[in-house]
């Protein structure tokens, strides 16, 4: 359900203004309204789209101003295309042209603006026609925030004129300041070690705001790509934006980095959040979803204030989506592309297009990701066998190279809050550079890490936090936690376990232990023979797992076996053009325990429906066609 509040005409008093804030965050390089996985156009996503809803918006309120809130420079075959092939060109970027074309007046950097390496980012940013703020970045750290030298500038004030309720002119100071996750330091080590430091969100807030003030700011905006967690949430610092609220001199939060919208009712039972007033902690706060879905309208009614300054005296906020068609039914009502967008991206798109067709070898068999969620995948084994093949050589000759070698993967498109059609889906015959991108879309760079039985068991427990309890005896129950994002539920390759979802769960979908008693893993063994708690293996599996990405608890460094700058997709194409051709048919790996009289129910992609008698050591059938697009399937312990 959406909470977002139509735009209705606001009357303003004498003293009155009229600003209106405009918002994008989590494009990921979805500029235009083409899937390049699946090589068709999609209504509902581009940022073409998105620029045809900030043109209206404009015109309905001159006095506007256009943010983003990070993570615009990844996250597509586009955006793989521009860092492997302009690192030596220094042509203008895309997404930057894109902006530009816009006319932003701000923007904030997310996580992933950093995963291509810094010296590909400065050379991204410097032509973009507006300003860039980054508070908690540093590359070099001084005795408080305030005393860093930031990697870009930590705020800026920007001077609006808006005319009052009177007619009169009036000259408003708008301050706007940048945050990323903290967390960035250790999900793009490779990339920043060394040569950033990241401080705690809040901390900064704390010691950069008083400064806006005596700088002029007379309203103050955060561009936090960060979003909303409880108090108690292990991801507190990640995603800040409730105790961000909480400091004096904000008046108005910018969010992103979850993928979700704000307001609405996912985050209704968060204390300090009213969903229907669109605030936290009072605060007027917005997040408009993700891949351009949705386009941030926040209309501010200001005065100013008997000591200075102005303050803002009401609000609403609408998020105002591209697309109202329905998923699956052939009925679409999307908005049309802008122009200005498609052709600055025009040159890259085609470039793009030619290049992710390269041949890199031949698969046998499809390979998907539909049922990646209850039962062995090849596609994920794929992957697991390009890591460990890689990491066992990389090994060779060094005093763990005795060690067996096990593999982590998980699947990053499975559905979820990006639709059904958010699946790989490839189909047998040639695979390319489009079908690396789809196996594993994201730069990831490759490690392995030294875990004991014990340890991989915990890990194994975290990851079973996708189930949904289920009670014996009952039929069609709900299987998976729709608060747990697919890319947290590995499999660990070379091992063989069981996971019975009828134990209450050992942690919570972010992360924190619910209680020490629970336990869902167990027969775990290695080939064939019982795992001992000391028993030592080598777990090939990425940077970002490592370091504790997903709720995970962060690998120690001395567990790490093996650092690299490998990106593991491209270990993945070596290791298929060294094959030539894929004929992989998925080895046992984990199994439900056996639940008699129980089924569970489950979605996945319509296209799953007709490969269900494809699924080894499951009994599957097709239930129903969901609203959001979806085939519900029914399965038996």
Same mark, same amino acid.
């Given at each position: 359900?959406?909470?977002?509040? *139509? ?223 409880? !108090?108690?949430? *292990? ?7 409730? *105790? ?18 704000? *307001? ?19 605060? !007027? ?18 005065? !100013? ?282 080895? !046992? ?49």
């Amino acid at each position: 359900m959406n909470f977002s509040h *139509p735009s209705n005409e606001l009357h303003l008093k004498p003293e009155e203004a009229h600003i209106r804030i405009l918002q994008t965050s989590d494009v990921h390089m979805h500029l235009l309204a083409y899937d390049y996985f699946s090589a068709t156009n999609n209504p509902q996503i581009g940022l073409s789209r998105t620029a045809t809803l900030v043109k209206t918006a404009r015109a309905e309120v001159p006095n506007s101003l256009l943010f983003d809130t990070g993570d615009f420079l990844q996250g597509n075959p586009l955006g793989d295309q521009v860092a492997r092939h302009d690192k030596q060109n220094a042509k203008l970027h895309p997404a930057i042209a894109a902006m530009n074309a816009l006319e932003y007046d701000g923007a904030t950097l997310g996580n992933h603006e950093f995963s291509y390496g810094l010296g590909f980012l400065i050379d991204s940013l410097i032509s973009a026609h507006f300003p860039l703020v980054l508070a908690n970045v540093a590359r070099s750290l001084g005795h408080r925030p305030t005393a860093d030298r930031t990697f870009l500038h930590p705020y800026r004030v920007l001077q609006k004129t808006a005319r009052d309720g009177s007619g009169s002119q009036q000259t408003i100071r708008i301050g706007m300041i940048g945050f990323v996750p903290p967390q960035t330091a250790v999900w793009d080590r490779h990339a920043v070690e060394g040569q950033l430091y990241f401080r705690d969100i809040v901390e900064t807030a704390r010691d950069y705001i008083p400064r806006m003030k005596a700088d002029g700011a007379d309203l103050i905006i955060a561009l936090a790509h960060s979003g909303i967690a409880t !108090p108690d949430d *292990p991801q507190v610092q990640e995603n800040a934006v409730l *105790p961000l609220s909480e400091i004096d001199g904000i008046d108005a939060i910018l969010c992103g980095h979850q993928h979700r919208l704000f *307001p609405d009712s996912v985050f209704a039972n968060i204390p300090g959040v009213d969903i229907l007033d669109g605030t936290v902690n009072g605060k !007027p706060a917005m997040m408009p979803g993700f891949w351009g879905s949705h386009l941030g309208v926040m209309d501010l009614v200001v005065a !100013p204030k008997d000591s200075g300054g102005w303050e803002i005296r009401r609000h609403q906020t609408e998020l105002r989506p591209i697309y109202s068609g329905v998923p699956q039914s052939g009925i679409s009502d999307s908005i049309t592309e802008a122009p200005e967008v498609v052709t600055a991206v025009h040159d890259h798109h085609q470039l793009t297009l030619s290049d992710i067709e390269k041949p890199v070898g031949v698969t046998r068999h499809p390979l998907n990701t539909f049922f990646a969620l209850v039962a062995d995948d090849a596609s994920l084994q794929l992957v697991a066998q390009a890591q460990s093949d890689y990491v066992a050589r990389c090994l060779q000759g060094s005093p763990d190279a005795t060690l067996p070698v096990l593999s982590a993967v998980s699947p990053f498109k499975a559905g979820g809050q990006a639709g059904a059609s958010n699946y790989t889906d490839i189909g047998a015959g040639p695979l390319t550079l489009r079908s690396l991108a789809d196996l594993y879309p994201f730069p990831n760079v490759i490690c392995a890490v030294k875990l004991t039985g014990r340890e991989i068991v915990e890990w194994l427990e975290r990851c079973a936090a996708l189930f949904l309890r289920i009670s014996q005896g009952l039929r069609r129950q709900a299987l998976h936690n729709p608060d747990f994002p697919s890319y947290s539920f590995d499999h660990i390759v070379g091992l063989e376990y069981q996971i019975d979802p009828s134990q209450p769960p050992r942690y919570t979908p972010k992360g924190r232990i619910v209680s020490d008693e629970n336990r869902r893993i167990s027969a775990i063994t290695w080939r064939g023979n019982p795992v001992g708690p000391d028993q030592e293996f080598i777990v090939a599996t990425n940077s970002f797992r490592a370091s504790g990405g997903g709720g995970f608890a962060p690998v120690p460094g001395e567990k790490v076996a093996l650092e690299t700058h490998r990106q593991v997709r491209d270990i993945l194409g070596d290791y298929i053009r060294h094959l030539g051709t894929v004929d992989i048919v998925p080895e !046992p790996v984990w199994r439900f325990r056996k639940l008699s009289g129980t089924s569970a129910q489950f979605k996945t992609s319509l296209n799953a429906v007709e490969r269900l008698m494809d699924i080894p050591r499951r009994t599957l059938s097709f239930d129903s066609l969901t609203e959001d697009g979806f085939a519900m399937i029914h399965m038996d312990f």
